[in-house]
């Protein structure tokens, strides 16, 4: 075989760990592990930005869930790659990035785009590491595909300087490794079976339960377990995250984000699988008088804050099996869920009914506003679609209306908020689902950030969707609603009129404009059948607000509004203010 240079023996490891993309922007300093991954016929795609590339290979790790391959060069091309990585990293996204740095002897001397990555990722991998010997490469990217997939997933990072995978050397003295040797499926654990059986009995003995689901349903493959679960012991369900669609969001049980409440409220169980009680879920504390429990595969996952009756270790798939053996045992008849499915279905009417009035109301305004372009989005696309959420105040209108058929459907960027990163999510989620409808809901904020990154969706032939909600604002309704024009329009302003359409129109990309809402099915309809990368240029409603803006305040806001001088803020700035402060109270502050 010879000897092989450093890039050639990552290379080979890319090859065996099964890798068909890496996502990358090239760099001199990253040249070596380029040409390493070409040598096996690795494809790489190009991004512009090194963030979009983590993004891509974020979205691709998601869909295939297999550990995704992005790739930087040292200094900026590392730095521009940490939003990315930090998504993933909040995100619980198995991502592996390969960085490039300056050589070993020139540490502390000025060098060329000097930098310590592996330090100064450690925050947002699960472990980065400088590679300082030639015969730990193999091993040390073997383990980081392990490692990035181990539950909880998320990213790993390794730096390679150029003295070190510049050298060659005989591929059997890398050390700890075996050449072509691919490390068979992580084991999983079922949960403790005396926990298991107490979950149940609990379970068969509340007269409201309510099961929440999150990611680790989706990583764990468990849609089946849960759908049997529920259908058998007639429990409503909220899928959250990943897992939307678990349960499809029209079935019978399937509890809507934007009517669970009083379900939550009333509920004498809560048994939470899967699923982290971030900031995004209030931490958990949703029902008062409700008994938790908290079911996920890694100790760390379960939210200690939040008071629970049982907290069980284990993969949810075989959790849920464990619980499905035992119920069945333990109920000879089936159980009569008229009561519940009826109460979901007058909940689910009253929800729809407020849905559709706030449609009524504006489906003949021009500007656009986001309630019917989300209903014209949700009626065209295909039940199997992947859909990319990347604006803020029209993904909340999008998804009170979506209803996932299947985990893994929506993709978003969870509580890292980044603004940006569908463009790049676009790519690899189009990658991974070759031919499979993907639309991306952008802002004209997220345009400005990552919308280059279009050229390299339509340089692969990638056809994916792009609709940009074009309100020349950032935060729609923010300014109007707080501030008024005491800290003036260029705040908050951009360019009135912008055409991002004609933007991609001169990279071949295709291109619509539309302005009223009879021109939206249209230009969808042809957008997808252009077979190209394609761009939507909506012009929407800039007074249209988020929920956050439209209701007594949550904390985030009011902890940042409420020592402002009030005599400046719009009437009902002044009004939303004061109604999240006397909720929250005094103590709060």
């Known amino acids: 075989m010879g000897n092989l240079f450093g890039g050639q023996v990552l290379g080979q490891v890319l090859k065996e760990e099964e890798v068909h993309y890496v996502f990358c922007v090239q760099g001199g300093h990253n040249y070596p592990i380029v040409s390493g991954a070409v040598e096996q ?6 991004m512009r930005h090194e963030q979009a590339a983590a993004y891509a290979g974020d979205a691709y790790a998601r869909i295939t869930k297999h550990p995704a391959v992005c790739m930087a060069s040292a200094g900026p091309g590392v730095t521009n790659m940490i939003t990315g ?37 450690r925050t947002i991998t699960k472990w980065s590491k400088r590679i300082v010997d030639w015969k730990t490469i193999a091993f040390d990217t073997k383990k980081a595909f ?27 003295k890398q050390s700890p490794y075996t050449p072509r040797w691919l490390s068979g499926p992580i084991p999983s654990s079922a949960g403790d079976p005396a926990l298991v059986e107490r979950a149940v009995n609990l379970l068969l003995e509340a007269q409201s339960p309510v099961i929440m689901v999150g990611d680790g349903i989706y990583w764990a493959g468990a849609s089946a377990e849960l759908l049997e679960l529920v259908e058998m012991l007639q429990v409503p369900v909220n899928t959250r995250r990943l897992a939307r669609g678990a349960v499809p969001e029209d079935h019978p049980l399937a509890l809507g984000a934007g009517f669970r409440k009083n379900f939550l409220r ?43 009756e049982l907290e069980i270790t284990g993969c949810p798939r075989l959790v849920l099996q464990q619980m499905i053996a035992l119920a069945k045992e333990r109920t000879k008849e089936p159980r009569n869920g008229s009561g519940v499915q009826e109460r979901i279905r007058q ?26 372009l989300s209903r014209e989005v949700v009626d065209f696309l295909d039940p199997g679609a992947t859909i990319v959420y990347d604006a803020f105040t029209t993904t909340q209108y999008l998804t009170d209306r979506v209803k996932a058929s299947f985990a893994g459907q929506i993709l978003d960027s969870g509580e890292f908020g980044a603004v940006g990163h569908g463009v790049g999510m676009g790519i690899g989620a189009q990658l991974a689902l070759p031919g499979k409808q993907v639309f991306v809901l952008m802002g004209d904020g997220g345009m400005g950030v990552g919308g280059m990154d279009i050229e390299t969706a339509r340089r692969y032939n990638l056809p994916v969707v792009y609709l940009v909600c074009n309100n020349s604002m950032w935060t729609a309704g923010l300014q109007s609603t707080f501030f008024g024009d005491t800290l003036g329009k260029s705040s908050f302003g951009m360019m009135p009129g912008i055409r991002y359409d004609k933007m991609f129109e001169v990279m071949d990309c295709h291109g619509e404009h539309v302005e009223t809402p009879e021109q939206i099915r249209p230009a ?25 803006f439209r209701r007594p305040l949550a904390p985030i806001m009011v902890g940042m509004m409420h020592h402002f001088d009030k005599e400046k803020i719009p009437e009902e700035g002044r009004r939303l203010i004061e109604e999240g402060e006397e909720r929250l109270g005094k103590d709060y502050f």
Request: proline share 5%; aromatic share 6%.
């Open 85 to 121: 990585l930090a998504q993933a990293h909040l995100g619980r996204v198995p991502l592996v990035a390969l960085l490039g740095q300056h050589a070993t002897i020139h540490d502390q001397r000025g060098a060329l785009q000097e930098m310590y990555a592996a330090d100064m990722l």
């Open 146 to 172: 392990r490692d990035a997939l181990r539950y909880p997933p998320g990213p790993v990072a390794l730096e390679f300087p150029t003295d070190k995978i510049n050298v060659d050397g005989d591929i059997t």
């Open 41 to 46: 016929g690795i494809e790489l795609i190009h």
């Open 524 to 548: 969808l309809e042809r957008a997808f059948n252009s077979g190209k990368t394609a761009v939507i240029n909506a012009v929407m409603d800039e007074k249209a607000r988020h929920r956050l």
């Open 266 to 308: 009333d509920a004498d169980l809560i048994i939470v699988i899967g699923h982290r009680l971030g900031y995004l879920e209030q931490y958990g504390q949703w029902g008062k008088k409700a008994k938790y429990i908290q079911i996920n595969e890694a100790p760390e996952e379960i939210e200690i804050s939040r008071s629970t």
């Open 347 to 372: 909940a689910r009417e009253i929800w729809e009914g407020r849905l559709a009035e706030e449609e009524s109301s504006a489906i003949k305004a021009s500007p656009i506003h986001p309630a019917v």
